[in-house]
């Protein structure tokens, strides 16, 4: 199970973070990716981490504004986004991959989605 959290009003300029918990039969779980969906859109690739060894991959539109970073004992993921936009207001997704051991941008290469959590940054 996955469950997201974080989410909320922000100003433009401003910061937040969102965490994605895992749990259950997740402790197998090899790469972390974090997606986006704004109204009438697709969803977006923002980034991912591989849970062994960390290393992290983030969307073009994002980098230099946004990190990931886990916490292996609390089994939870974070998103810091910093320096927000209008146009990252949307629904955030955590989901899990458990068969790569790169970090895909694909939604379909991922097995298993938390519930989301809203961002909206106002002008």
């Known amino acids: 199970q996955l469950q997201a959290s974080g989410g909320g009003l922000a100003q433009a300029g401003g910061s937040l973070r969102l965490s994605c918990a895992a749990s259950?039969?997740?402790?197998?779980?090899?790469?972390m990716g974090w997606f986006r969906q704004a109204p009438g859109k697709g969803r977006e690739f923002v980034g991912g981490i591989r849970w062994s060894g960390g290393s992290t991959a983030l969307a073009d539109s994002v980098k230099g504004r946004f990190t990931i970073s886990r916490d292996n004992a609390k089994n939870t993921v974070y998103l810091q986004m910093n320096s927000l936009k209008p146009e990252d207001t949307a629904i955030y997704y955590c989901?899990?991959?458990?068969?790569?051991?790169?970090?895909?941008?694909?939604?379909?290469?991922?097995?298993?989605w938390g519930q989301g959590t809203l961002v909206t940054v106002s002008s």
């Open positions: 259950g039969r997740l402790f197998s779980r090899l790469v």
């Open positions: 989901a899990v991959d458990f068969s790569r051991v790169v970090v895909s941008t694909l939604p379909n290469s991922y097995d298993h």
